[in-house]
DNA sequence: ATGGTCGCGGTGCGA
């Protein structure tokens, strides 16, 4: 069967709850996974994407910061969130779907801040403790947790050099260094993830989710990132059939500086 | 050369 999922970081929901229901309306996708919420518990916009058809949220919010969602026309047969590096953030839940089995990790891994640097940044050195408590989890994980699994989330490194719009001119810039590279590389290898973006879209094309809202022509100059992925395992790493990059949201009226990307899976 | 713009919540912080 044909399985549609898509990933938004939306920086703000309830600014953007109209923004929100065009795209499920548009795309139609049987699951929708937010991040930057920005959205307390118990605010959670819910009656507009109940009557959008939506009727099953898993959220973990908090004032201020951070908040992920998965929205869905699918019921879970279990939902989870986890706290990672000892600190309350908002950066994680997880659900199992009822019909298809899969399970969904959805993510706000920390942006690290402006100096790449551990020892004198400690938003940098959260960000590296985050990928590296990821990496032990599902090396622990990868173990009982059975079948497909789908990873996704605005995870704030581009690894490639074709993610960045000047991987020379990037090097030593938070989200594209090589200690964030391998870091998220280990990521992957411990949970057996495939890069499901990078199965369609070939390596050697330029790809980007994100562009500033600092400089004045985001489209214009095109200085963008893939900071937004969206990772397979458990069996259907073969099944994506297609991957879209919803661009034009960056021109909506007040859009956020993440676009959504939707996979389509045939499982 | 070292900014620039957002959103939150009610000032500066995080991105």
């Known amino acids: 069967m044909g399985f549609r999922l898509a990933t938004w970081n939306i920086n703000s929901v309830r600014l953007r709850i109209g923004q929100v229901v065009r795209f499920l309306e548009e795309e139609a996708p049987d699951v929708l996974c937010l991040?930057?919420?920005k959205c307390p518990p118990g605010q959670f916009p819910s009656a507009a994407l109940h009557e959008a058809g939506y009727h099953h949220i898993c959220d973990k919010g908090q004032s201020g910061y951070h908040g992920v969602a998965i929205i869905s026309k699918i019921p879970f047969a279990q939902t989870s969130m986890r706290d990672f590096c000892d600190k309350q953030d908002a950066r994680h839940v997880s659900v199992r779907?009822?019909?298809p089995d899969v399970?969904?990790?959805n993510f706000y891994v920390p942006a690290g801040g402006d100096e790449p640097d551990p020892q004198i940044n400690e938003k940098f050195a959260h960000k590296l403790g985050f990928l590296e408590e990821?990496?032990?989890w599902f090396a622990d994980k990868s173990a009982h947790e059975k079948g497909a699994g789908i990873l996704v989330g605005?995870?704030?490194?581009?690894?490639?050099?074709?993610d960045v719009w000047s991987h020379r001119q990037l090097l030593k810039v938070v989200s594209h260094t090589p200690i964030e590279v391998e870091r998220l590389l280990g990521v992957m290898a411990a949970g057996q993830w495939s890069d499901s973006m990078r199965k369609i879209i070939d390596p050697s094309e330029k790809l980007y989710t994100w562009w500033s809202y600092r400089g004045?022509?985001?489209e214009a100059s095109n200085r963008g990132r893939r900071l937004d992925h969206i990772w397979a395992r458990g069996g259907i790493e073969n099944a994506v059939t297609a991957i879209t990059v919803r661009k034009d949201c960056?021109?909506?009226?007040?859009?956020?500086?993440?676009?959504p990307v939707?996979?389509?899976f045939n499982i």
């Open 97 to 99: 779907l009822q019909g």
């Open 134 to 136: 990821m990496t032990s």
């Open 35 to 37: 991040q930057e919420t």
């Open 262 to 264: 939707i996979a389509d």
């Open 250 to 259: 960056r021109g909506w009226e007040r859009a956020s500086d993440h676009v």
């Open 216 to 218: 004045r022509d985001w």
């Open 103 to 105: 399970t969904i990790h």
């Open 154 to 162: 605005d995870l704030n490194i581009a690894p490639l050099e074709h």
